[in-house]
């Protein structure tokens, strides 16, 4: 089997009621880059890259235009091999941001060919399911554009997972210590002492500001603290994890085995979060795993976009190992984005609902997932 054609969709929706803020702005539009790898044989597959802010066109020209020529007449099941020449062809200017989620989309693609070749979900080719179920929990809880009160909606919001089933919800911070306060008591004393809160200030504090919010969060009983400082700034987690007794978690902005590397080494978060769809697609996701759980660092992946890398990002979850393994395993909990997305559910004839606070992952060949072509050319941008 030969590798014959890249296919791009960038897709483009506008939000209602002016979009939703989190800590670093705010956004009225969805967008996203699709790819579909096609094959001498009729199999092709799907990947998404994963993009936020940057225009998704940009992560498509690098998948159809930049790496596309190399990959004509590969063998799709040498995905090691080819992600490795991507990256060597990228390398110099390439190593995180979006050529790697560029890199991502294709070596979802190629793995879901692996699978639809073989007849298998991804998840087998991984090594096995340790789960065919996710426990979820909702992100959402984003600043509403429309809101008189603004704390007052986010309780209200939260209400609402609460009421569907989910037993844990993350809420965006980073506004400020006193508003942060403000929204997470409204958040807490909303949805009780039962259900799981994370928080995620996308890196919109120093060091010192995060360690002053973690301990006056505590009373709040925060599940994790995410993002609390800017990635590069590898000294401040260490400093607001050794003072903190809230998890500290990140590594959604962090790329390949070679950027979690020093987070790994240094135990510089709790819990990571390397997102498929950025980090270099499954190839490079199963190394950071391994380097991981060599180092005893639980891994609970980072999860954005449509469909179709929700439907990537099961597959890879469910091949999750433990960490560490234990007669009564914690069982890790997926992200569930449930922020105004009029495209997540459109692209995939295929659609994910939750039950009592689970999505089932498909066991269909490849993702199990199928686009849905008149969607995808309605919202196809121009
Ligand atoms: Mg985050």
């Known amino acids: 089997m030969k590798i014959s054609e890249i296919k791009t969709y960038v897709l483009k929706a506008e939000l209602e009621n002016h979009g939703f803020g989190w800590s670093q702005r705010v956004t009225d539009r969805r967008q996203t880059a699709i790819c579909e790898v096609v094959t001498d044989r009729g199999i092709s597959g799907l990947g998404e890259a994963f993009y936020f802010g940057g225009p998704a066109d940009i992560a498509a020209a690098i998948m159809k235009d930049a790496l596309g020529p190399l990959l004509i007449g590969k063998d799709p099941f040498d995905t090691c091999v080819i992600w490795d020449s991507l990256y060597n062809y990228t390398r110099d200017q390439g190593m995180k941001g979006l050529t790697l989620s ?10 879901d060919i692996k699978g639809k070749a073989l007849g298998l979900p991804v998840y087998k080719l ?4 340790y789960r065919n179920r996710a426990r979820v929990y909702a992100t959402g809880l984003y600043e509403p554009q429309n809101a008189s009160n603004i704390a007052d909606a986010l309780a209200q919001e939260a209400l609402g997972y609460k009421k569907e089933g989910f037993t844990g919800m993350k809420l965006k911070i980073g506004y400020g210590i006193r508003t942060d306060l403000k929204y997470i008591k409204a958040v807490r004393e909303a949805i009780g002492e039962d259900l799981y809160l994370m928080v995620d200030a996308n890196h919109a504090y120093n060091a010192a500001e995060a360690i002053r919010l973690a301990r006056e969060m505590e009373r709040f009983d925060i599940y994790w603290f995410e993002e609390p400082v800017p990635p590069e700034d590898v000294d401040g ?3 607001v994890k050794q003072n903190s007794s809230i998890l500290i978690t990140g590594g959604e902005c962090e790329y390949t085995r070679y950027g979690f590397r020093e987070l790994i080494n240094r135990r510089a978060v709790d819990i990571l979060q390397p997102d498929l769809c950025a980090t270099g697609g499954f190839s490079e996701m199963m190394k950071i795993i391994a380097m991981a759980s060599a180092a ?4 609970i992946p980072h999860v954005w976009g449509t469909n179709v890398g929700l439907a990537a990002s099961l597959q890879l979850f469910a091949a999750l190992p433990h960490f560490p393994e234990r007669r009564f395993p914690q069982e890790p909990f997926f992200e569930y984005d449930r922020s105004p997305h009029p495209l997540r559910q459109g692209v995939t004839r295929e659609k994910f609902v939750t039950e009592q606070g689970y999505l ?3 066991d269909g060949p490849g993702l199990g997932v199928s686009l849905d072509m008149d969607f995808i050319k309605k919202y196809t941008a121009r």
Do not use: H, M, Q, T
Request: no cysteine.
């Open 360 to 362: 089932k992952i498909p």
């Open 237 to 239: 987690y260490l400093e």
């Open 102 to 111: 560029a890199i991502s989309g294709i070596d979802i693609a190629l793995w």
């Open 126 to 129: 991984l090594g096995g399911a």
């Open 296 to 299: 005893n660092v639980p891994v």
